[in-house]
C-alpha cells in the first residue's frame, strides 16, 4: 500500500509558475516509480511527467517539454512537479501517482486525491 497526498496547487497567472507536491507514506518510497497526471474539465486524464526510483531520469509528455521538471527527494519520501511558462491549457486537477515501470505513460495501482491548478490568462 502506498498513500499520496498532493499539495501546492493554486490561482495563478499566465507566464507564473507554481511548484506541486506529493508525499508518499506506506511502502519503501525510493524503490517506487512515480509520475504527475492531470485531467481538465470534459477532457480524460493524461500523463504529464514519469521520474525512475533514484531520480537520475525524467520524461515529459511533449506539451509540457521544456517548461515542467520532475524532481523527487527520497530523504523526504516526496516527488515534485516545477510549473513554469503556466498556459491557460495547463489548467486541470494534477494528481500523483506511482508508475508501473520507467517509460509507461499509464498509471500504476496508487493515485493521490490530485490539486487544483488553475492559470488565468
Known amino acids: 500500500q502506498v498513500q499520496l497526498v498532493e499539495s501546492g496547487g493554486g490561482l495563478v497567472q499566465a507566464g507564473g509558475s507554481l511548484r506541486l507536491s506529493c508525499a508518499a507514506s506506506?511502502?519503501?518510497?525510493?524503490?517506487?516509480?512515480m509520475g504527475w497526471f492531470r485531467q481538465a474539465p470534459g477532457k480524460e486524464r493524461e500523463f504529464v511527467a514519469g521520474?525512475?526510483?533514484?531520480?537520475?531520469?525524467?520524461y515529459y509528455a511533449d506539451s509540457v517539454k521544456g517548461r515542467f521538471t520532475i524532481s523527487r527527494d527520497n530523504a523526504k519520501n516526496t516527488v515534485y512537479l516545477q510549473m513554469n511558462s503556466l498556459k491557460p491549457e495547463d489548467t486541470a486537477v494534477y494528481y500523483c501517482?506511482?508508475?508501473?515501470?520507467?517509460?509507461?505513460?499509464?498509471?500504476?495501482?496508487?493515485w493521490g486525491q490530485g490539486t487544483q491548478v488553475t492559470v488565468s490568462s
Open positions: 501517482a506511482t508508475l508501473p515501470y520507467y517509460g509507461t505513460r499509464g498509471p500504476g495501482d496508487y
Open positions: 506506506g511502502r519503501t518510497f525510493s524503490s517506487i516509480i
Open positions: 521520474i525512475n526510483s533514484r531520480g537520475g531520469r525524467t
